[in-house]
């Protein structure tokens, strides 16, 4: 323990309730999301969570050491859980859609603003217009709120400039918001991921194949080393299945980790084809088959569920307890976007995914939290409360964890810490 003491950089002491959802057992944790009252976390000097225990063992600890160089952060009896891991944002556009939402309302389908060269499309036109610096600004705001709303790990997606200049563009952009010097206590893990092939521009319509070369022969080389994954919508109003095996086929040649836009307006065969080409995730899955199921569960592809899209759309609402059934591993996503689901905030995911879904609490905040990180590869870093593991906390204005859920139109997050 002296050893730890010395290379302590930080401890959160007062901990009124920790819900590690910790993968393995915690000494005097209980409960499928490993619950600790009354805990401490102590934080090495890489930022590293190094001890977890009772709150009066942190107290003593610090009492008998040298405290100049160890930040105290004191929880002040509040719920503790990791911070929330968005898998699925299209957050970097310019823009607004909100005539489509009443549009919708009004019994337009979003498959026929589509044909109608709405949807993708107004977006792409708004972002190719916006300056760069106020495409910047836009993200930064909405970075902002993602944080407020208890988020320390997002996942953003290119896809709304759809030529080489504008996608790189977005993408700089998205790398330069995880360089952004924000507090230190307030840093956000962002994740950058291309999705040129989202939509065939207008330019391109008469020659999709032209367009799908573009995607593959030059932006796939070109953004190799600025995203860590490529993603595809793979949907008849989108990329074929033939077309969306193309681009993944040649992106995992050039090093990037899959995801897929699957079956959410139709039986598309993108969950099938996430599980022949090893992706990391499939998302969506409002029309994936048991047999799409299966196959994806023996492949060990995330099945990520968007109950925003569901929200928006006025759609059925994919039902979680067939994947877990399937023995899926499923995460939860906001899928922030400005088309269809225009909310960054993952606690009233977590609240569709319960009350329409037909998942527990301890269900939703692990699709939130660890199957998220799961769903960007990253479970070994991020997503749960365990030593050896980054320090990226949500801390509630909460006494009981249970109050997720039941307390609902409200931001429950007082703060995260990232340390």
Not at 118 to 138: H, K, Q, V, W, Y
Not at 212 to 223: N, R, T
Not at 328 to 336: I, P
Not at 406 to 419: A, E, K, R
């Amino acid at each position: 323990m002296e050893q730890q003491q010395l290379q302590a950089r930080a401890i959160v002491r007062n901990i009124g309730q920790l819900v590690s959802v910790a993968q393995a057992p915690i000494a005097g944790a209980s409960g499928p999301l490993q619950v600790l009252n009354d805990a401490a976390i102590m934080v090495d000097t890489e930022g590293k969570i190094s001890w977890i225990g009772p709150s009066q063992e942190i107290d003593e600890l610090v009492a008998c050491s040298e405290q100049e160089h160890i930040t105290v952060v004191d929880a002040n009896g509040c719920v503790v859980t990791p911070g929330f891991v968005d898998s699925h944002t299209h957050l970097v556009f310019a823009g607004d859609r909100s005539e489509e939402f009443h549009l919708r309302r009004e019994g337009i389908s979003y498959g026929e603003l589509l044909r109608q060269g709405r949807g993708i499309l107004t977006t792409m036109n708004a972002t190719r217009n916006a300056s760069t610096e106020m495409l910047s600004d836009l993200a930064r705001a909405r970075l902002a709120s993602v944080r407020a709303h208890g988020t320390t790990t997002v996942e953003i997606k290119t896809g709304y400039g759809l030529n080489l200049e504008a996608e790189e563009r977005c993408l700089s952009i998205i790398n330069d918001l995880n360089d952004s010097s924000s507090s230190p206590h307030e840093h956000i893990r962002i994740v950058p991921t291309f999705l040129g092939a989202h939509s065939v521009p207008p330019e391109y319509r008469n020659r999709r194949a032209a367009y799908v070369d573009l995607v593959v022969e030059e932006m796939l080389p070109a953004f190799a080393r600025q995203a860590r994954f490529c993603d595809v919508y793979c949907e008849r109003e989108a990329f074929s299945l033939d077309e969306s095996r193309r681009i993944l086929t040649r992106a995992r040649e050039l090093g990037y980790q899959l995801k897929v836009h699957a079956d959410q307006l139709s039986p598309s065969g993108g969950s099938q084809l996430a599980a022949e080409l090893g992706a990391v995730s499939a998302d969506h899955l409002d029309y994936a088959s048991d047999a799409d199921l299966d196959a994806m569960r023996e492949s060990g592809v995330v099945a990520t569920l968007l109950p925003g899209c569901s929200y928006t759309l006025r759609s059925p609402y994919p039902s979680a307890r067939r994947l877990l059934d399937h023995g899926l591993t499923v995460a939860l996503a906001t899928d922030y976007n400005p088309g269809t689901s225009y909310s960054e905030n993952m606690q009233m995911m977590l609240g569709l995914a319960m009350s329409a879904m037909g998942m527990s609490l301890e269900e939703a905040l692990t699709a939130a939290t660890i199957n998220g990180s799961r769903a960007l590869a990253l479970q070994d870093q991020t997503g749960s409360i365990e030593i050896g593991k980054c320090c990226e906390l949500a801390l509630w204005s909460i006494r009981d964890y249970h109050e997720i859920g039941y307390h609902f139109g409200t931001n429950l997050i007082q703060s995260i810490l990232v340390l």
